[in-house]
């Protein structure tokens, strides 16, 4: 017969969250950091705003955070190697325009005013806003070892043809998220035949089948899938459906003020 109390099995402790940190340089250099969006202005202009329907593209779009452009400028490239190339104009903003031709050969580049650093074993993959393209001009990928660099990195946009082009003030110019190191190296790709794989097969059969359904019914006017409009078997099952990070908590130690609007956060 047990005569002492039964204890309740412990639960695991979760994760502690792993923090991203941005150090800021100088106390009168800064840039707004937030959560990246969902909303892409060509989305919004569809028809419906049908884009919307897919939860991948929507997923990606906000996956991850944003710096944004302290000031509205232009940047006119002659088409020519060198980087005197590139001639930029500051239309508004305040401070100091941290974008310049350094590389040459068409490319943009912002100096950015934070050191990052990320916990061992994690970097951060650095690139232009998700699913959002920009005529004449597109961002350049990179993957930043922040876990153990002391050095500030640079956000790149090259232009892809000789023409001018507008940063509005608080428009995107980086986005970034953190990736594993070893993460990749740990997968081996390999083909398969669907049918090796019965109940997979199965499953993707009965999908196929009622999208070719749907797609004949919504071309025939049936009412039902005109009314439906579009099938939501992946939005109604896939796990991840918000936005998955945080804003930056302000940890500054600086008597500086700090205004945060809910779009983006401003010096005063």
């Not at 909303?39 to 990606?60: F, G, S």
């Not at 100091?96 to 490319?107: A, D, R, T």
């Amino acid at each position: 017969m047990s005569t002492g109390s039964r204890h309740k099995a412990e639960s695991p402790q979760a994760e502690l969250p792993k923090k991203l940190i941005a150090y800021q340089i100088y106390e009168d250099d800064f840039a707004p950091i937030r959560p990246a969006r969902r909303e892409r202005k060509w989305m919004d202009d569809a028809d419906q705003k049908a884009p919307y329907r897919c939860l991948p593209l929507v997923m990606a779009n906000q996956y991850g955070w944003e710096i944004l452009s302290t000031h509205h400028f232009r940047a006119r490239w002659n088409g020519t190697s060198k980087p005197d190339g590139i001639y930029i104009e500051n239309l508004c903003g305040d401070g100091v325009l941290h974008c310049q031709s350094h590389f040459g050969e068409g490319v943009l580049t912002f100096q950015l005013p934070f050191i990052f650093k990320t916990p061992g074993g994690w970097k951060l993959m650095v690139r232009g806003p998700m699913n959002n393209p920009k005529d004449g001009i597109v961002a350049l990928d990179g993957i930043v070892e922040t876990d153990w660099a002391h050095a500030t990195f640079t956000m790149n946009w090259r232009f892809t043809r000789a023409c001018t082009v507008e940063f509005a003030l608080r428009e995107p110019i980086c986005h970034f998220f953190p990736i594993q190191r070893g993460a990749l190296e740990r997968f081996r790709g390999e083909y398969q035949m669907l049918a090796s794989e019965s109940e997979f097969d199965g499953r993707f059969r009965n999908w196929s089948n009622s999208r070719n359904q749907f797609i004949q019914a919504l071309n025939e006017g049936e009412p039902r899938a005109v009314a439906q409009r579009w099938q939501k078997d992946y939005f109604q099952t896939a796990k991840d459906k918000k936005s998955l990070v945080q804003p930056f908590a302000d940890q500054r130690a600086i008597n500086v003020p700090v205004a945060v609007d809910g779009d983006h956060i401003t010096r005063e």
